[in-house]
């Protein structure tokens, strides 16, 4: 690269000179890249239309198979047993009883875990007063204070029947108070839910009763503290190991993420742990064989013996089944047992055909027909602006945003407009929406017979006369009168190989030959322009071939554009320093005169 010397001599702005002269030498590169982008967006409008096809044609291959539009659906006459059908199984009906249904293992604590909540023996007679007449209880998560009547007399039994009658009136029948112990004079708290007892501060209440002062005492066990004992835990061959400072709680979420398959819960109102499987039938299993004794003694098992669950049985059609669970499928009808059934009574299942199904299929291909055939309308009809190239760098720099994007609109419009491929494939595709299909019943042997025709002509919006509209009474009613010979009006294939090709076509159904077609343009299309996410100079392609050319053509112009420029740099160079050499010839020449 020459050194570049800008008008020091000569006073000129010699960057801007070369600029302005590189303006027009560069006029043939920007022509070619405005050629460039412009095969670009034709490109891209030609994959825009390749990819609805696309999308349209996945909709015409779910339907040109009479195995595609096995639409059912199946209904029982007994809540005891609940049906769907996937849409393949075969219309008929079907008996099913329910002789037991499919349970999982169970494994609980052989008794409570915690210790009873009872006091230490009394004597003949305690004495009660201001000192010692309260306690504070909490019962399934309220906290009441109880107070005594005062008494220096009181009995074992006298002392429980007035605990009673303030628990009564505080709580009504939840908790209570009974006698126990070898001599009937321990007390003990009684209730199906969570009983805690509490000292009331500066009260010796709960001392006097025969409990410990100074802690909370308990009919459950507190799941949030240490269990007290440690060691591994085997459940169905896995371990789980329990330290000493773990809580319940703890040993719970252990278990229950575990890989064991069961689930570990502890029911409050029996004070039990309890052990259930993940699964049901006969494999589902919960077997603590090899867990430590002293967690087997902890937890109240009384062994460590595995216990199973058991298969549901019924009988579908006369036939025995057994099933690990009690949802599963047969023949595409898809069971789900809710109870057993009463003796001799049976389960009636009908599989009738889904006409509503059928109808939403036939409205989901005229909807995804209408949005391909309105984007080829409009590409096709679009107006063509003359004057409207492609913007270069240059040209944008003295733009607003929402200008350029008004600019390039007008320039993208028209770019596939008439264009052959579209326009036979837009032709071909609203020919078959008028065609009838031989082999069929005649009175369903076209679209228009069963309610689907085209739009009427509309000026302004040209491209909406190849779409479609619906009469959904006349639909619904062809689906409910012959639904077999509507699917082989989408469906029908001729099955004689000997005849000839324009025999053939006309014994396809609508979907048969509206597949074919797709696949025929979108293989032209990619011919064209390459397939949607390809890159766009493929030169097997026809517009990418171009795209070559043109990325070749300008990097050759750019080198040329670079050389041209250094040359201006150079010549103004020589001229600055003749200038340079001619003003101190000057100067000298001024200095001798």
């Given at each position: 690269?020459?050194?570049?010397?800008?008008?020091?001599?000569?006073?000129?702005?010699?960057?801007?000179?070369?600029?302005?002269?590189?303006?027009?030498?560069?006029?043939?590169?920007?022509?070619?890249?405005?050629?460039?982008?412009?095969?670009?967006?034709?490109?891209?409008?030609?994959?825009?239309?390749?990819?609805?096809?696309?999308?349209?044609?996945?909709?015409?291959?779910?339907?040109?198979?009479?195995?595609?539009?096995?639409?059912?659906?199946?209904?029982?006459?007994?809540?005891?047993?609940?049906?769907?059908?996937?849409?393949?199984?075969?219309?008929?009906?079907?008996?099913?009883?329910?002789?037991?249904?499919?349970?999982?293992?169970?494994?609980?604590?052989?008794?409570?875990?915690?210790?009873?909540?009872?006091?230490?023996?009394?004597?003949?007679?305690?004495?009660?007063?201001?000192?010692?007449?309260?306690?504070?209880?909490?019962?399934?998560?309220?906290?009441?204070?109880?107070?005594?009547?005062?008494?220096?007399?009181?009995?074992?039994?006298?002392?429980?029947?007035?605990?009673?009658?303030?628990?009564?009136?505080?709580?009504?029948?939840?908790?209570?108070?009974?006698?126990?112990?070898?001599?009937?004079?321990?007390?003990?708290?009684?209730?199906?839910?969570?009983?805690?007892?509490?000292?009331?501060?500066?009260?010796?209440?709960?001392?006097?009763?025969?409990?410990?002062?100074?802690?909370?005492?308990?009919?459950?066990?507190?799941?949030?503290?240490?269990?007290?004992?440690?060691?591994?835990?085997?459940?169905?061959?896995?371990?789980?190991?329990?330290?000493?400072?773990?809580?319940l709680s703890n040993i719970m979420t252990k278990v229950n993420t575990s890989a064991?398959?069961?689930?570990?819960?502890?029911?409050?109102?029996?004070?039990?742990?309890?052990?259930?499987?993940?699964?049901?039938?006969?494999?589902?299993?919960?077997?603590?064989?090899?867990?430590?004794?002293?967690?087997?003694?902890?937890?109240?098992?009384?062994?460590?013996?595995?216990?199973?669950?058991?298969?549901?049985?019924?009988?579908?059609?006369?036939?025995?089944?057994?099933?690990?669970?009690?949802?599963?499928?047969?023949?595409?009808?898809?069971?789900?047992?809710?109870?057993?059934?009463?003796?001799?009574?049976?389960?009636?299942?009908?599989?009738?055909?889904?006409?509503?199904a059928l109808f939403n299929k036939i409205v989901n291909f005229v909807t995804k027909?209408?949005?391909?055939?309105?984007?080829?309308?409009?590409?096709?009809?679009?107006?063509?602006?003359?004057?409207?190239?492609?913007?270069?760098?240059?040209?944008?720099?003295?733009?607003?945003?929402?200008?350029?994007?008004?600019?390039?609109?007008?320039?993208?419009?028209?770019?596939?407009?008439?264009?052959?491929?579209?326009?036979?494939?837009?032709?071909?595709?609203?020919?078959?929406?008028?065609?009838?299909?031989?082999?069929?019943?005649?009175?369903?042997?076209?679209?228009?017979?069963?309610?689907?025709?085209?739009?009427?002509?509309?000026?302004?919006?040209?491209?909406?006369?190849?779409?479609?509209?619906?009469?959904?009474?006349?639909?619904?009613?062809?689906?409910?009168?012959?639904?077999?010979?509507?699917?082989?009006?989408?469906?029908?294939?001729?099955?004689?190989?000997?005849?000839?090709?324009?025999?053939?076509?006309?014994?396809?159904?609508?979907?048969?030959?509206?597949?074919?077609?797709?696949?025929?343009?979108?293989?032209?299309?990619?011919?064209?322009?390459?397939?949607?996410?390809?890159?766009?100079?493929?030169?097997?392609?026809?517009?990418?071939?171009?795209?070559?050319?043109?990325?070749?053509?300008?990097?050759?112009?750019?080198?040329?554009?670079?050389?041209?420029?250094?040359?201006?740099?150079?010549?103004?160079?020589?001229?600055?320093?003749?200038?340079?050499?001619?003003?101190?010839?000057?100067?000298?020449?001024?200095?001798?005169?």
């Amino acid at each position: 690269m020459p050194m570049r010397i800008t008008g020091m001599s000569s006073g000129l702005d010699i960057d801007k000179m070369v600029s302005d002269l590189m303006k027009a030498e560069r006029m043939p590169l920007t022509k070619m890249t405005k050629k460039k982008t412009q095969t670009s967006w034709t490109m891209g409008l030609y994959r825009e239309i390749n990819t609805k096809l696309s999308s349209f044609k996945s909709v015409v291959d779910d339907m040109k198979l009479s195995g595609d539009w096995k639409a059912t659906k199946a209904a029982s006459t007994n809540a005891a047993v609940t049906v769907s059908s996937d849409g393949s199984s075969n219309i008929m009906n079907h008996t099913i009883t329910v002789d037991r249904l499919a349970s999982g293992a169970s494994k609980s604590s052989g008794s409570a875990i915690t210790n009873d909540l009872a006091g230490s023996s009394l004597p003949g007679t305690t004495s009660i007063d201001s000192s010692n007449n309260k306690f504070d209880i909490t019962v399934n998560g309220i906290r009441k204070t109880i107070t005594l009547t005062p008494n220096a007399s009181y009995t074992p039994a006298t002392l429980r029947d007035e605990i009673n009658t303030q628990l009564s009136a505080a709580f009504g029948a939840a908790v209570s108070v009974s006698l126990t112990g070898a001599s009937n004079d321990q007390l003990k708290f009684n209730s199906t839910g969570q009983v805690t007892l509490s000292d009331v501060a500066g009260n010796n209440g709960l001392t006097a009763l025969g409990f410990a002062a100074g802690t909370q005492r308990s009919n459950r066990l507190d799941s949030a503290a240490p269990i007290g004992f440690s060691g591994n835990m085997v459940i169905n061959g896995k371990t789980v190991a329990i330290g000493p400072g773990d809580s319940l709680s703890n040993i719970m979420t252990k278990v229950n993420t575990s890989a064991a398959g069961v689930t570990m819960s502890y029911d409050v109102a029996s004070d039990k742990v309890i052990f259930t499987s993940k699964g049901t039938g006969s494999t589902a299993k919960v077997d603590l064989t090899g867990t430590d004794s002293s967690i087997l003694a902890g937890l109240k098992f009384a062994d460590s013996s595995p216990v199973y669950g058991q298969d549901a049985s019924v009988q579908i059609d006369g036939v025995q089944y057994y099933e690990q669970s009690n949802t599963f499928t047969k023949s595409g009808i898809t069971y789900t047992l809710n109870q057993t059934t009463p003796p001799a009574t049976v389960v009636n299942v009908s599989v009738t055909k889904d006409t509503e199904a059928l109808f939403n299929k036939i409205v989901n291909f005229v909807t995804k027909y209408n949005e391909t055939v309105e984007l080829m309308g409009k590409r096709l009809n679009e107006d063509k602006y003359r004057g409207y190239d492609p913007l270069s760098d240059d040209e944008k720099k003295d733009m607003k945003e929402a200008d350029i994007k008004l600019w390039e609109e007008k320039a993208k419009s028209g770019l596939i407009r008439r264009d052959s491929i579209v326009s036979k494939t837009l032709s071909s595709l609203r020919r078959m929406t008028s065609e009838t299909v031989e082999g069929v019943t005649q009175d369903y042997n076209a679209l228009y017979k069963i309610g689907i025709t085209t739009m009427p002509y509309n000026i302004n919006k040209p491209e909406d006369a190849a779409k479609l509209t619906i009469d959904e009474t006349k639909l619904k009613q062809a689906l409910a009168s012959d639904p077999d010979s509507v699917i082989a009006m989408f469906t029908n294939f001729p099955a004689d190989s000997g005849l000839s090709e324009e025999a053939k076509y006309k014994q396809k159904g609508i979907a048969q030959r509206m597949f074919d077609q797709i696949g025929s343009s979108i293989n032209e299309l990619s011919e064209k322009a390459g397939k949607p996410g390809t890159v766009e100079n493929d030169i097997n392609t026809t517009l990418g071939s171009s795209m070559k050319t043109f990325e070749r053509k300008i990097a050759d112009l750019e080198a040329k554009m670079k050389k041209k420029e250094n040359n201006y740099y150079v010549m103004f160079a020589q001229m600055e320093k003749a200038i340079q050499k001619s003003n101190a010839q000057s100067s000298w020449l001024a200095q001798r005169m």
